[in-house]
């Protein structure tokens, strides 16, 4: 079955860097596009970044642009955000996402990990 299981989130310092990582299972990895939600405490989740199968191309949300890069690495089936300068609006719980194509597209999510950018 389809696993994507985020580590990394935790407690940074406005101006801190943190990493967060998506470990996937259970599909092909290297076919499909993956991307980094957010969502804040009473705001609705929105989509930070996506990166093509390949890496080639990415995209990021207009308020984090210039300061997170998403990347992945196929052969560990993972995918990374990198966030430097967070602040404290950056603050939430991040969110893997993918959709697999079997007989219809089935989104899957991991279960979030906790960003929390404070002095």
């Known amino acids: 079955q389809v696993q994507l299981v985020e580590s990394g989130g935790g407690l940074v310092q406005p101006g801190g860097s943190l990493r967060v990582s998506c470990a996937a299972s259970g599909f092909t990895f290297s076919r499909y596009a993956m991307r980094w939600y957010r969502q804040a405490p009473g705001k609705e989740r929105e989509l930070v970044a996506a990166?093509?199968?390949?890496?080639?191309?990415?995209n990021y949300a207009d308020s984090v642009k210039g300061r997170f890069t998403i990347s992945r690495d196929n052969a560990k089936n993972t995918v990374y955000l990198q966030m430097n300068k967070l602040k404290p609006e950056d603050t939430a719980v991040y969110y893997c996402?993918?959709?697999?194509?079997?007989?219809?597209?089935?989104?899957?999510w991991g279960q979030g990990t906790q960003v929390t950018v404070s002095s």
């Open positions: 996402h993918t959709v697999v194509l079997t007989t219809y597209p089935q989104i899957y």
């Open positions: 990166i093509t199968s390949t890496g080639s191309s990415t």
